[in-house]
């Protein structure tokens, strides 16, 4: 008998016993099961109906609010007058009295 | 009661002991084998639906096994372990004691060797389904069946794990 075989006889010698009576039963299990199931999707109705008011509250706070009018910019123009004459003074360098 | 209950009960009337069984030599108790068949049952219950016919039994497993596993991660399994077996083995009866003995020796192999060795000798499943199930390589399927086999083949002695030229095999015997 090699490991594989002994490694199965063992198993089965502790597996293969009675055991007590077993405490659940396939109805137990399916009401349990509906119940998740229920819980599920209210959760996701629930989650549902959070994300529709958030979005419905901020698109009608966005609708709602009042905005001034811009105010038109301010243009601010320079022009250089190029006809009026300029006169340039000129001042001797020889001290007074030489 | 609908279909998908009908279809449920009589898979659970078919599958749910051996179920249990596998999760009784996974953990050693018959308890704790009885939740984590609840909770691998209930999962069934709502995949239902999106179960083939031939996956479930793997898939359930699946289950059992990954429940196992999760639970001994949580610390207060390690600290409170619930057993209603005895706290000394029963004398007299040959079968009993070994048996016992069987799973003391099961019970003190770390329980990733323990879910390789239930799957592979007490499921039947090839290296490769087991790896698929544990969600690793074949490879270390190969090297913790070794380790676990070596490990019960070290706590339980020559005298029910003899060597590959040892003595003859004797669980059965008395």
Known sequence: ?98 | MGSRDEDFSAYFAARAHALRATAYLLCGDWHRAEDITQTAMTKLYLAWPRLREHGMDAYARKIVVRTFLAENRRLWRRREHLTHEPPEPVVGDRDVGQRLLVEAALASVPPRQRAVLVLRYWNDLSVEETAEMLDCSPGTVKSQAARGVAALRRRLGPHLFPGPGGAAWTTTTG
């Open chain 1, 1 to 98: 008998m090699d490991d594989d075989d002994r490694m199965r006889a063992l198993l089965a010698e502790a597996g293969g016993q009675q055991g007590p009576p077993m405490g659940i039963s396939a109805d137990g299990i399916a009401r349990r099961g509906r119940r998740i199931r229920l819980a599920r999707w209210g959760a996701a109705v629930t989650g549902g109906l959070a994300v529709a008011a958030v979005i419905t509250v901020s698109v009608a706070l966005a609708a709602n609010r009042h905005v001034e009018p811009a105010t038109p910019p301010v243009v601010v123009t320079t022009t250089v007058d190029t006809d009026t004459p300029t006169t340039t003074v000129s001042t001797s360098t020889t001290p007074p009295g030489s």
